[in-house]
């Protein structure tokens, strides 16, 4: 496991990178980004670690809906 920590903050939250994938930590809670550019690896990323947050934003996912092909 990698983490590269920090992207960046931005109003109290911390941005990081972690085996690959982005995160945010929030009050003590880590969301993982959803990015529809590795949407498959992302879910299969999020069941494997039983990842409970996520987050969905119009920055990294664009599609209109989210489904795995």
């Known amino acids: 496991m990698v983490i ?3 992207m960046y903050k931005k109003g ?3 941005m ?3 085996d690959g994938f ?3 930590e929030d ?3 880590n969301f993982i980004f ?3 550019n590795k949407l498959d690896n ?3 990323y999020i069941i494997k670690k039983d990842i409970r947050s996520i987050f969905v934003n119009d920055d990294y996912y664009r599609k ?6």
């Open 27 to 29: 009050i003590g809670s």
């Open 64 to 69: 209109q809906n989210i489904e795995m092909t």
């Open 34 to 36: 959803i990015e529809d």
């Open 16 to 18: 990081f990178q972690k």
């Open 12 to 14: 109290g939250m911390d």
């Open 42 to 44: 992302c879910i299969e």
């Open 4 to 6: 590269t920590k920090i």
């Open 22 to 24: 982005k995160f945010y």
